[in-house]
């Protein structure tokens, strides 16, 4: 047996190789393939078959099983089933039997652990073949099938007796589901080439993909093909989130997508709200829109800088306003998201006036509209020239502090007032 990693986490792993090795091929790259499987498959020429512990075997026997009747009756049932006795990661069995010489044997010999439950744990397990007998000997109605289900996942073998006469022992097998992860991946602004390489990989790594239809389609070539894709329209966040948590439950490697970051203003933090620590979760950051806007501006967040989203959908309006006024007194850059919707047409006003209160009519503010993508454009004005209708929510404003500069029809704000004389 070999130690591994399987995706960060240690598994013991054992090979079966077919012997003797084939001679090493020269030059011949790629001649030799690993299978990673629980399945009853002869490793072929130049093939080594790795076995992960998957198999959980819940066991159950009666006072005095021989050893040889539960084996053979474990043996039978994965042979039938096409799964490999190399793949079982533990016997399982109900507390009362934690002594029983023939399952403590049988497990010293498949080189596993005997694992045991609580009876009271074991009867609230679902299962398809519960039984009176157990139920009056131990006290619950099933030891084999609930033992092996307890971690969840999927029953490969439904409880089967020894064929001896009496039956002394039982079995159930079970595939225990993978770790399922979640990869929560910004797309960047809109350009292919500021989509980083790590999103590109998690992309790829996907077995389940879940995005808003728009972003989909944006990268949709970078897929493996057999990805599932789960799409859905706008506003469906929730559903969306949820969606992305539950398949990676069941074991799947999902990515859940998003414009920028997915984690300003997206759906990192309604997934994670949803996922449980039973899944790993890995964040890719992305380009966010204040930044793409900010590199075509010029450099008009130099200095301290603040991202306001101007949407009063999930937000009160009372909030939104304590916070721009707090920037405006504070003096920072502010850049508005979802600045403003056909529906939604007051807020950005009113929101430059708050910031007018302590800043300049000319105070640079930087219009960007679609960065990166191929309608992109961009203009720089002033807190008392911007036309708001000029906005809409493929938009982002930048409004400078009272310190920013227009300079050569760029947007500059200083990195501080002290800062020059500070370099050497
Ligand atoms: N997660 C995204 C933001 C989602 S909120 C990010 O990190 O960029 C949606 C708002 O983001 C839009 O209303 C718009 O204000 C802004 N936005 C997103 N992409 C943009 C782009 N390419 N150009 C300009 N604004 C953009």
């Given at each position: 047996?070999?130690?591994a990693?399987?995706?960060?986490?240690?598994?013991?792993?054992?090979?079966?190789?077919?012997?003797?090795?084939?001679?090493?091929?020269?030059?011949?790259?790629?001649?030799?393939?690993?299978?990673?499987?629980?399945?009853l498959?002869?490793?072929?020429?130049?093939e080594a078959?790795?076995?992960?512990?998957?198999?959980?075997?819940?066991?159950g026997?009666?006072?005095?099983?021989?050893?040889?009747?539960?084996?053979?009756?474990?043996?039978?049932a994965?042979?039938?089933?096409?799964?490999?006795?190399?793949?079982?990661?533990?016997?399982?069995t109900?507390?009362?039997?934690?002594?029983?010489?023939?399952?403590?044997?049988?497990?010293?010999?498949?080189?596993?652990?005997?694992v045991?439950?609580g009876?009271?744990?074991?009867?609230?397990?679902?299962?398809?073949?519960?039984s009176?007998?157990?139920?009056a000997?131990?006290?619950?109605?099933?030891?084999?099938e609930?033992?092996?289900?307890?971690?969840?996942?999927?029953l490969?073998?439904?409880?089967?007796?020894?064929?001896?006469?009496?039956?002394?022992?039982?079995?159930a097998?079970?595939?225990?589901?993978?770790r399922?992860?979640?990869?929560?991946?910004?797309?960047g602004?809109?350009?292919?080439?500021?989509?980083?390489p790590?999103?590109?990989?998690?992309?790829?790594?996907?077995?389940?993909?879940?995005?808003?239809?728009?972003?989909?389609?944006?990268?949709?070539d970078?897929?493996?093909?057999?990805?599932r894709?789960?799409e859905?329209?706008?506003?469906?966040e929730?559903?969306?989130a949820?969606?992305?948590?539950?398949?990676?439950?069941r074991?799947?490697?999902?990515?859940?997508?998003?414009?920028?970051?997915?984690?300003v203003?997206a759906?990192?933090?309604?997934?994670?709200a949803?996922?449980?620590?039973?899944?790993?979760?890995?964040?890719?950051?992305g380009?966010t829109?204040?930044?793409a806007?900010?590199a075509?501006?010029?450099?008009?967040?130099?200095?301290?800088?603040?991202?306001?989203?101007?949407?009063?959908?999930?937000?009160?309006?009372?909030?939104?306003e304590?916070?721009v006024?707090?920037?405006?007194?504070?003096?920072?850059?502010v850049?508005?998201?979802?600045?403003?919707?056909?529906?939604?047409?007051?807020?950005?006003?009113?929101?430059?006036?708050?910031?007018?209160?302590?800043r300049?009519p000319?105070t640079?503010?930087?219009?960007?509209?679609?960065?990166?993508?191929?309608?992109?454009?961009?203009?720089?004005?002033?807190?008392a020239?911007l036309?708001?209708?000029?906005?809409?929510?493929?938009?982002?404003?930048?409004?400078?502090?009272t310190?920013?500069?227009?300079i050569?029809?760029?947007?500059?704000?200083?990195?501080?007032?002290?800062?020059?004389?500070e370099?050497?």
């Open positions: 047996m070999s130690r990693l399987l995706d960060g986490e240690p598994v013991a792993l054992r090979a079966e190789v077919a012997w003797p090795l084939p001679p090493l091929p020269v030059a011949d790259e790629g001649a030799y393939t690993i299978r990673v499987t629980d399945r498959v002869e490793p072929g020429e130049r078959v790795l076995r992960p512990p998957t198999l959980v075997v819940g066991v026997a009666s006072k005095g099983a021989p050893v040889d009747e539960v084996l053979a009756l474990v043996e039978g994965l042979r039938e089933a096409g799964l490999s006795a190399a793949s079982v990661a533990e016997l399982a109900v507390d009362a039997k934690a002594g029983e010489e023939g399952l403590v044997e049988a497990a010293r010999r498949l080189g596993v652990p005997l045991t439950y009876a009271g744990e074991l009867a609230r397990v679902d299962v398809p073949n519960p009176d007998a157990p139920l000997a131990v006290g619950t109605p099933s030891v084999a609930a033992a092996a289900l307890m971690g969840g996942g999927e490969l073998v439904p409880k089967r007796k020894s064929a001896a006469r009496p039956a002394m022992a039982t079995c097998v079970v595939r225990r589901p993978g399922g992860r979640l990869a929560v991946v910004g797309l602004p809109g350009a292919r080439d500021l989509l980083t790590r999103a590109k990989d998690e992309l790829r790594r996907a077995s389940v993909l879940v995005g808003l239809d728009q972003y989909v389609d944006q990268i949709r970078l897929l493996r093909p057999g990805t894709v789960l859905s329209g706008l506003g469906a929730e559903e969306r949820r969606t992305a948590v539950a398949e990676a439950r074991g799947q490697a999902v990515a859940l997508i998003g414009s920028g970051d997915a984690g203003y759906m990192a933090s309604p997934a994670l949803e996922a449980s620590d039973d899944i790993d979760v890995a964040g890719v950051p380009v829109a204040a930044l806007a900010g075509i501006l010029g450099a008009p967040l130099g200095h301290d800088h603040v991202s306001i989203s101007l949407s009063d959908l999930h937000t009160p309006w009372e909030v939104i304590r916070r006024r707090a920037a405006a007194e504070a003096d920072i850059v850049t508005f998201y979802n600045p403003r919707s056909r529906g939604r047409d007051w807020q950005l006003p009113k929101a430059l006036a708050i910031l007018a209160e302590h300049e000319a640079p503010v930087g219009v960007v509209r679609n960065a990166s993508r191929a309608d992109e454009s961009s203009r720089l004005t002033t807190l020239a036309d708001p209708a000029t906005v809409d929510m493929m938009t982002v404003v930048t409004v400078g502090n310190a920013t500069r227009e050569a029809g760029r947007m500059v704000t200083p990195r501080g007032y002290r800062w020059q004389e370099t050497p």
